[in-house]
Structure formats: structure tokens, C-alpha cells
């Protein structure tokens, strides 16, 4: 920072995996205005508006000090005229008008209570808007056909919308450890997302599964499934293989082993005896107060099988934030002429892949200084 009429200036490079974003952020009000905008632009189908909000309010995050003026944001990058504007508003008038009229819109509360069953996207919710439903019991009412997904969503609507700590999701890890050492002794079960970046709370807990040689993992995800179903541990699954976007064609997916990247969608109930076993709560018996009381929650878990070769793209790729994954695969592309997936590095001027074991290599292989996932929270 350099000091200019008295007001701190910031220097910031300008893609996100160039930073450290921990969770500390110390322009909360700004960044929460700025994510709820791209939130809206997102369930708009806006997605470039939505990604331009996204790293204005990444930019902000990284700030040591409060912004007070907004001389201090001169020469930062990625702030756009429109978020300047929001910015302004807040810090002149105490809030965004924008921001307000979005949050009282009838639309952008009817997506948001839409898209918070699990297995609706906006563009279903879009659909039932249109059609005047703007709520769980319009939606009820109006009795919609819905996917098997969108039925276990509607079911365990609350518990679903209600954030995963910590404790629950270690909880969970313990479950999916066991289940992973009765099918297959010796694959090992990594969190990843939110929760291996230090969130203390998220929407659902990530799980990344490799075997140290490669080839067994191959068949494991359907074993998996059957075990914590056995168990009465699933209230929804569903199996596919991968199909990120940009892993589906293209340079960065390597012809061989994409079909043993796996993907579990799951809804999982987990217990007070699981959470108490876990060490979590207090050891207590059930007892007549427990009468009526619901003893579980509904809680969504994603399960990944990747391959060991492929396990630090994986690992890389799955442990976000969104954002700084984006940033990663922009300055590769942009910067490197590379292109960057969950499964491979490939290098357009050497036309090779490029392998790593670790996420270190692949951050050297980009020419970034590595960044470590506590640091990745853009
Ligand atoms: P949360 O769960 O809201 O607290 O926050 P995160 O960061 O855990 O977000 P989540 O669970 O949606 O996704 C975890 C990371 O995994 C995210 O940063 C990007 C990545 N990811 C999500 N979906 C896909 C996918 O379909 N394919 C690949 N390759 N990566 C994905
Ligand atoms: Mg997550």
C-alpha cells in the first residue's frame, strides 16, 4: 500500500488465483452487496454479469482495511463501472438501492425459495414463475411433475437450506471412511470444497476418493453407494460420470480414464448417534423428551472417485471457491496458452500434458505462486 492524500491505495494483481483470499474480509458489507447482484445475474441467466460481480467483490475481499473512499479503489482491476456504482451508493448512502430493490423483488425471492430444492435450477424455477408459482405451496399446489431429485428436495426442504457445520461434516467424513475401508481397504477419502478451505459452514460436504494404485478405484463408486445404502444411510443418490462442462471435449480431457471419474449426488441422513459417535455431542440416551423430536438431518454430500493419476487436478479442482477455479483455467488459458480441468494440464505450445502429483506441481507447471486451499476462499 502506498500512501496518497492520506487515504490507503491497494495494489492487487488482477486474476484471483494471483492472491491469497483467506476467509478474513474486512469489507463484508460491500462483498455480501456485490455476491448478492451476481447471485441475482446468476439465477438471470446473466452469467457474464454474474462472473464480473463475482470478481469485483473477490477483489475486495483482499483488502487490509476497510474501503472508506473510493479513491482508494482507484487502479484496482476487475471493478467495473457498475460495481463502482453499488460500491458508491454504499459507502455514501449506508446501502445499495440496487442491492435493496433486488432483495425486495418478488422475482429474485421467488428464485431463490425455487432453486433451494435441490435439483431445480433457475431455469425451472424461471419455468414455474412464469407459470405464477412463487412459493413451496404454490408449487405444491399447482402439484408439478418433478425428477426423483426434485422430490427429495421438496421433502427435506429445511434441512437441506440449513448450513452444514463443521462437526456434521466430519461426521459424515467418518461414514464415508468406513464405508470406503469395508469395499475397498487402503483407497483414501479427502474433504474437499468449502470445508477443506477452512469454511466453518457450507451447503454440502465434498469428498474427493482415490486408490494409491492405479486402477483399483475403477468400480468403486457403485460399491460405495451400495454400502452407505445398505446402511440406511442414503435418502437420495444419484451416479453419473463426470460431466463438467469443459472436461467433456476438448484439450484438457485426456482420452483414457475419463470414464472412471465418477459422481455422487447424495442426500444423506445423518444421525445424532453418528454426530455423538464422531465425538461431537454429548453422550445422552434417547428418552421421553425425544418423543416426536426428528433424531436426524437430511444433509447433501457429493462423493468424486478419481483415479490417482489424475487425483491432484482432482483435488485442485474440486476444492474451489468457484471463482478462484475459474481464475485458474483463465490464466491458463489466457496467460499460459494451457488449458486446466479437473483431470489434466495440457500445454497448447508443447502440445503434451503436463503431469504433477501434487497441487504445488501444477501451480509451478502455471507459473503461480502456490496458494495453499485456506488461501482460495476468492
Ligand atoms: P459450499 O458447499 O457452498 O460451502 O462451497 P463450496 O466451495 O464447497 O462449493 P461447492 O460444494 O458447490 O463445490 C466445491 C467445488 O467443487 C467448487 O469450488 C467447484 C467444484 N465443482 C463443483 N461442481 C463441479 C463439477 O461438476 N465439476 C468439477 N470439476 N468441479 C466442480
Ligand atoms: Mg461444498
Redesign the pocket.
Known amino acids: 500500500p502506498t500512501n496518497e492524500a492520506e487515504v490507503e491505495v491497494f495494489s492487487v494483481p488482477s486474476y484471483a488465483c494471483q492472491r491469497r483470499t483467506t476467509l478474513e474480509n474486512r469489507n463484508t458489507v460491500l462483498t455480501d452487496a456485490l455476491s448478492l447482484l451476481a447471485e441475482n445475474a446468476e439465477l438471470s441467466a446473466e452469467e457474464g454479469r454474474g462472473v464480473a460481480f463475482r470478481r469485483a467483490a473477490a477483489v475486495l475481499k483482499v483488502l487490509p482495511e476497510p474501503v472508506t473512499d473510493m479513491t482508494q479503489l482507484r487502479g484496482l482491476p476487475c471493478l467495473g463501472e457498475h460495481s463502482l456504482r453499488v460500491i458508491k451508493d454504499i459507502l455514501e448512502n449506508g446501502a445499495s438501492s440496487e442491492v435493496e430493490s433486488t432483495k425486495q423483488s418478488e422475482r429474485f425471492k421467488a428464485l431463490k425459495v425455487l432453486t433451494g430444492i435441490f435439483g431445480v435450477g433457475a431455469k425451472t424455477a424461471d419455468r414455474w414463475i412464469r407459470e405464477g408459482i412463487h412459493d413451496l405451496q404454490q408449487l405444491k399446489d399447482s402439484r408439478p411433475t418433478l425428477n426423483r431429485a426434485q422430490r427429495a428436495g421438496l421433502e427435506h426442504y429445511d434441512d437441506i437450506n440449513q448450513p452444514v457445520s463443521k462437526a456434521e461434516a466430519d461426521a459424515i467424513g467418518q461414514v464415508v471412511e468406513e464405508a470406503v475401508a469395508a469395499v475397498l481397504p487402503g483407497a483414501q477419502v479427502t474433504l474437499?470444497?468449502?470445508?477443506r478451505?477452512g469454511?466453518l459452514?457450507?451447503?454440502?460436504v465434498?469428498f474427493l476418493i482415490t486408490h494409491p494404485e492405479e486402477g483399483r478405484e475403477v468400480g468403486l463408486m457403485p460399491k460405495i453407494v451400495s454400502w452407505l445404502e445398505s446402511q440406511g444411510f442414503l435418502l437420495y443418490q444419484k451416479t453419473t460420470r463426470?460431466?463438467?462442462l469443459e472436461?467433456e471435449d476438448g484439450p484438457a480431457r485426456p482420452c483414457s480414464n475419463m470414464d472412471r471419474f465418477e459422481?455422487c449426488f447424495s442426500v444423506f441422513k445423518l444421525s445424532e448417534d453418528e454426530k455423538r459417535r464422531a465425538g461431537q455431542t454429548q453422550s445422552r440416551h434417547a428418552s421421553a423428551e425425544d418423543g416426536g423430536r426428528k433424531l436426524w438431518r437430511a444433509v447433501r454430500v457429493?462423493l468424486v472417485v478419481s483415479p490417482i493419476s489424475q487425483f491432484a487436478f482432482?483435488l485442485l479442482?474440486?476444492?474451489?471457491?468457484?471463482l478462484?477455479?475459474r481464475e485458474l483455467r483463465r490464466w491458463a488459458g489466457h496467460e499460459k496458452t494451457m488449458s486446466l480441468?479437473?483431470h489434466a494440464l495440457y500445454d497448447g505450445t508443447q502440445r503434451t500434458y503436463l503431469r504433477a502429483t501434487s497441487e504445488e506441481e501444477i501451480f509451478a507447471h502455471l507459473g503461480l505462486d502456490y496458494i495453499p486451499p485456506s488461501e482460495r476462499n476468492a
Open positions: 474437499i470444497g468449502g470445508f478451505r469454511k459452514s457450507g451447503h454440502d465434498d463426470n460431466s463438467y472436461s459422481r457429493d482432482a479442482g474440486w476444492t474451489g471457491s468457484k478462484f477455479e480441468s479437473s
